[in-house]
């Protein structure tokens, strides 16, 4: 029967989190707001909408999201020529689609952003599909993009594990009733995605790749 191995990408295959959260406290600089780098942090993995609200408020002026994604996506857009895959991710990804694994990405970024995530990891024909944010109404950390990589992939929950880094990825992963491998590459806590839902931590894609017969992939 068929089994599918879903990924988030930043900060999970790609060492992008401290990009985003430098562009994304510019952004917020430009447009008039303090917001501490290690409050952006925490929220990093979420949608760029759940993003803005989750460190402005429901009370900021709602006009301005827009614009402030924007904002990111510009500055962001800088690196793209230079993104840096984490330690052996691609050859994760190569090994586990040559054991019959199918995988799938289930991420927010879409478009050039998602390109260019792709060609730093580099294992393209191993990829089978992605779900990214504009194909749901809901982003992490509800089970929308993880059910949606299920579909794409044609297994059902319990034949499908999820690795990723933050905790917003463990409980959408959760609520979507499949099992969660977290990493610790994206600089989130171990106790944190454990709390969140994490089955095993590792400590990046090279660590699982090597210890994965301790793992749900194995």
């Known amino acids: ?46 949608g760029s909408d759940d993003l803005v609200a989750h460190l402005l408020g429901e009370d900021r002026d709602k006009d301005q999201d827009a614009e402030l994604s924007a904002a990111h996506k510009a500055l962001y857009g800088q690196y793209f020529d230079r993104l840096p895959a984490l330690p052996k991710a691609g050859e994760l990804l190569r090994h586990l689609h040559r054991d019959g694994w199918t995988i799938v990405l289930a991420t927010s970024a879409g478009g050039a952003e998602l390109g260019a995530l792709r060609r730093a990891i580099d294992a393209d024909e191993s990829i089978a599909d992605t779900a990214s944010a504009d194909d749901v109404a809901r982003g992490k950390p509800a089970p929308d993009p993880v059910e949606h990589a299920l579909q794409l992939a044609g297994v059902p929950a319990s034949r499908a594990v ?10 959408a992963g959760n609520k979507a009733g499949v099992r969660c491998i977290g990493v610790l590459c994206g600089g989130i806590p171990r106790a944190d995605l454990e709390e969140a839902g994490a089955e095993t931590v590792f400590a990046d894609p090279a660590d699982l790749l090597a210890r994965l017969a301790e793992t749900p992939l194995g």
């Open 1 to 46: 029967m068929d089994r599918a191995a879903l990924f988030d990408v930043d900060g999970t295959l790609v060492d992008t989190n401290h990009l985003h959260v430098v562009t994304w406290w510019e952004a917020f600089r430009q447009a008039g707001h303090e917001v501490p780098m290690h409050a952006i942090h925490r929220a990093i993995g979420l």
């Open 162 to 171: 999820f690795v990723g880094d933050t905790v917003w990825d463990m409980r």
